[in-house]
């Protein structure tokens, strides 16, 4: 007499649940896959480091329209000295809004050579709708936390160093 694999009937061929099992297997495969992806898909973000008077900052970069729409929305802050940089091909009027934020920022509008055309100050989350524009063309715009150094001190016309990569 010999003896039957579980997962084989008399015929040799796979049971419905081995199959399934193997089903089950591969799906959970494929979730793991889609999850890691995701999770380390977030740690690739471009940053640029810029020089603000004496500070040094770290600028989360959005290039593309889903980065730019998403901007800094649904999150509930930003480390201090850290903010977001808007990096356009060209300069355009350009205007920010503060759907779904949950904090105060200022946003900076920069020309071509990297210096400041408008400064907005505390622009709190309660102001959505309402949309924030630069008072000129701008290539970049800058969004930092509020609390973060002088921004409210920055004057029109004052450069900020940092690489465009």
């Given at each position: 007499?010999?003896?039957l694999?579980?997962?084989q009937n008399k ?9 399934n099992?193997?089903l089950?297997q591969?799906?959970?495969l494929?979730i793991l ?8 898909g ?8 810029a ?5 040094y900052f770290f600028?989360?970069v959005a290039?593309?329209?889903a980065e730019k729409?998403q901007g ?15 990096v356009y091909?060209?300069?355009d009027w350009r205007?920010?809004w503060m759907k779904?934020m ?9 020309d ?5 055309t ?7 989350p309660?102001?959505?709708?309402r949309?924030?524009?630069?008072k000129t063309?701008?290539?970049y715009?800058?969004?930092v936390?509020?609390?973060?150094i ?11 160093d940092?690489?465009?990569?």
């Amino acid at each position: 007499m010999s003896t039957l694999n579980k997962t084989q009937n008399k015929d040799g061929a796979k049971t419905a649940s081995a199959r399934n099992y193997r089903l089950l297997q591969v799906i959970g495969l494929l979730i793991l896959i889609i999850f890691v992806g995701i999770i380390f898909g977030n740690f690739k973000k471009e940053y640029i480091k810029a020089k603000i008077e004496d500070n040094y900052f770290f600028f989360e970069v959005a290039r593309t329209q889903a980065e730019k729409q998403q901007g800094l929305s649904g999150r509930n802050s930003m480390p201090k000295n850290h903010g977001m940089i808007f990096v356009y091909d060209d300069s355009d009027w350009r205007c920010m809004w503060m759907k779904d934020m949950r904090f105060a920022i200022d946003i900076i509008w920069l020309d071509d050579n990297k210096q400041i055309t408008h400064v907005e100050n505390n622009v709190n989350p309660d102001t959505f709708p309402r949309s924030f524009c630069g008072k000129t063309t701008a290539k970049y715009v800058i969004e930092v936390n509020n609390e973060d150094i002088g921004f409210s001190e920055l004057n029109v016309g004052a450069k900020i160093d940092f690489n465009n990569q």
